[in-house]
Nanobody, 116 residues
Framework: QVQLVESGGGLVQAGGSLRLSCVAS????????MGWYRQAPGKQRELVASITRGGSTNYADSVKGRFTISRDFAVNTVYLQMNSLKPEDTAAYYC??????????WGQGTQVTVSS
């Protein structure tokens, strides 16, 4: 059993910053990658950013230059630094872990609301 717990969401004004954290615990054999996804009401869940064990990153075009993903896999943690937030960034943000066997695990999500 693997659990992921996100934190750091909240309400912020446009132009502000937030830092999300995701800590994984439980029976984790090895982490291949972790990432952040988001889902706004009425929309599909979309990739925001991901990072591999080797440190390779991938970002959605809409967040490039504003968001930064980082990881400390020694403590099974991934972070998302979000700067210059926009109202369109408002969504529930979910953490995802992919283990050595390519199994996916998801957190429960943390809400980010950006006011204009």
């Amino acid at each position: 059993q693997v659990q992921l717990v996100e934190s750091g969401g909240g309400l912020v004004q446009a132009g502000g910053s937030l830092r999300l954290s995701c800590v994984a615990s439980g029976s984790i054999f090895s982490i291949n990658a972790m990432g952040w996804y988001r889902q706004a009401p009425g929309k599909q869940r979309e990739l925001v950013a991901s990072i591999t064990r080797g440190g390779s990153t991938n970002y959605a075009d809409s967040v490039k230059g504003r968001f930064t993903i980082s990881r400390d896999f020694a403590v099974n943690t991934v972070y998302l630094q979000m700067n210059s937030l926009k109202p369109e960034d408002t969504a529930a943000y979910y953490c995802k872990l992919i283990d050595f066997f390519s199994r996916d695990y998801w957190g429960q999500g943390t809400q980010v609301t950006v006011s204009s």
